[in-house]
Each structure stands twice: as C-alpha cells, then as structure tokens.
C-alpha cells in the first residue's frame, strides 16, 4: 500500500505577491509562516480559544496547498503566495506577538480533517466584517469565544464536523513524483497513485479507459489510459509518466477532487488502494478492518442484506455478520473470513458508490446533520435522482443496481 500521510515541512517558500505577479520569493521555516501569517491576521487581544482556532485554520490551510502541490504542479517554484485573494497574508521580516508565537510553538503540527480523509482541511477564512466566505469568520470567532466556545467548538461552527490531528510528521519537502519516468512494466505505490488518479479524472473525463484492478503494475491497461490523458490534455503522447505526465496528473486529480477547497470530495485513506494476500478475521485489530468496516457500512445502506457496522477497527461478531451477509450476496465461500476475492467484491461494489454518486456533492447535497455515536461521525445526504459518468464496463440484460433502503440512518 501506497502510504499517504502529510506532514508538516520544515520550510516553505512564499511568493510575495499573486501567483502570476513579478515578485520575489523568501523561504522560512513553517513555524515564522504561521507566527507571521497568525499575528498578520487577528488580534493578540483575542480570547484564547478564538487565537487557537485561527492558527489551527492557518495551518490546516498551508499544509494543504503543500500536500496537494497546489502551486508546484502548476509549474511555480513556491508552495503559497501572500496574497489574500488567493492565500493567506504574510508580511517579509515583521515581529510577532509573544502570545501568538506561544500558541504557534504549540500548534504548528496540528491541523484539521474531515473524519476518514488524508488530506489537510482547505480551512477558508476571512475577517467577517469587510469580507465573508464558507470557512471562518475571524471576528466571529473571537464573538464565539467571548460567548465561552472552546477552539474545537468555534471550529465545529464553521467548518462543521472536522477533527483534529496533533503531532503529524515534521520534515523537509519532498517531491510526490517518484524521481524516475514510469512505463509498461514498472511495479509499486507510486503505479498505484497513477491508476487511482486516472480512474478518477476518467470519471469527468470518460473517453480515459477504466484501470481494473488498481494492483500497482503499469501494463497495457495503464499504458493506454495514460495515452489517452495525454492526448487529452496536450502532453507529448508516448505512455510514460515523467514529470511533466505526472504532474499533470496531480493538477488534474486535484482539481475534479476538489481537494485544494473546503468543499471537498476529500481523498479516504484508501484511495491508494490496499492489496495483501494476508486474511482478515475474527478477531483482528488495526486499519485494515477499519476501512473494511467503513465500506460495509456504507454498503448496509445499498445492500438490505449487509447489516450496518461500528467502524471501530476491530473484527467482531458484528463485521463478521456483515461479512458473511457480503460473501452470501456476491455468491463467495460463507467463511466470514475476508480473503483477498472477498475484499475485491466489497471494493469493486463500494467504489462505484463512493466515487461516482455517494460523495458527490450535487448529486446529493450536504445537510447540515451530523451522527457522532463516538464510533463513526456520519454525514447525511438530502434525496435527489442521480446521474453518474459511464461506469466502466458494459451494461446487458440482467443487469442491476444495488437495492438502496429509503431513509439513511
């Protein structure tokens, strides 16, 4: 498995004015970006917990144009701008509040997430008085916290169900492309990356060929999808992913995922795929049975059949129900042990739901309620019709889609 974690780098280069402007660049470490940007744009009167949830969005914000290499894949030689129109403010060479750099020293490698997503929370925000937005309102937020809300709760206000994550990795930044072009007959995670990626953008873009399965190895099937996104988007068309290809890729995969704004369609832990001939079972503890119990639970809502499970990582008598409720619906062995073909058939029927209709956001819109049993928080969906891109292999008689139940738990 490809694994995918942010981190938190150790410098980060800002370019002094917008993205396009004649300006030049300062490289400082992320802790004076955040000290410079924090006491740039609020307060250090401000009630504690509204200081704390500012700087938390600061650098949820920061730490998402460094993950998706927002900048950088577009060809610029900076990870962020200082300009509010794009970015966050930051003044070359100001002090800092004591308070603020306290704050900073404490929360710099904290950030925001949505529950079960990798990438660092687009934590939009504005002042609220000449400007106002989606994400936070600073001023806001300070009214919050003088009303006695706690920096999670001001948060929670404005971003609604958002976790966040303490002490992520610390260290210099790394380009995601792997350092050599990749061609028909390369293996491993950074293969996977690409077929996830181009399975995705083929959802927006149909004329790209399905990759099935995602398992890591460029052959003909991936060869030919990466030919076809090459044509599309006027790269040289020669089926290998050097940089340029591989950039393009990311842009392109961050753009239709959205992941670069706070509505995001979000990246799962997942998303990078998970193969092992090792089983899962009774009794087993750990992520794997997460995102096991993550896919049935979503299924239960499809499925009848497929009892609804706690996403708790750990393998008990309610995964292994749903388990074998699973393998008796896909026609497979009645084991109630998750064996390679048994994860296959779960993923093949949770992809379709998660990454064509279920998440998508206009096809069922976002309401504002939120289930947190303290196992798994839940969004809920309004009921709309859908309509999806074409789902990668042909339709014949008999076929059908999976049985949703009428009200979402």
Known sequence: MAVVTPYVPQQITVHLGAPDEAAKNVTVSFVDYVKNVASSEIYPTWEESALRANILAIVSFALNRVYTEFYRSRGYDFEITNSTAYDQFFIEGRSFFSNV????????????????????????????????????????????AQEGYTAPQILESYYGNVEIVVNAPFRGITSSYPGIPLRRGAAGPAVVVIQTELNRISQNYPAIPKISPVDGIFGAQTEAAVRKFQEIFDLDVDGIVGMSTWYALVRYYTAVTRLSELRSQGQRFYANSWATSDPIEFGDRGIKVEHLQYMLDVLSD????????????????????????????????????????????????????????????????????????????????????????????????????????????
């Open 302 to 409: 499809y499925i009848p059949e497929i009892p609804p499970v706690a996403v708790d990582g750990i393998f008990g008598s309610e995964t292994r129900n749903a388990v074998l409720a699973a393998q008796r619906r896909f026609g497979l062995p009645q084991t109630g042990i998750v064996n390679y073909a048994t994860w296959e058939h779960i993923y093949d029927q949770f992809s379709g739901i998660e990454t064509i209709s279920w998440r998508d956001a206009e096809k069922f819109p976002y309401t504002s309620g939120v289930i947190n049993n303290g196992t798994a928080p839940r969004s809920r969906y309004s009921t709309t019709s859908t309509m999806t891109q074409f789902p990668g292999n042909n339709l014949r008689s008999g076929n059908q889609d999976p049985v949703r139940q009428e009200a979402p738990r």
């Open 101 to 144: 750099s306290r704050l900073v020293d404490e929360l710099f490698n904290d950030y925001l997430r949505r529950p079960g997503f990798v990438e660092p929370l687009a934590a939009k925000f504005c002042n609220g008085t000449t400007a106002t937005c989606d994400g936070l309102s600073q001023w806001g937020s300070e009214n919050l």
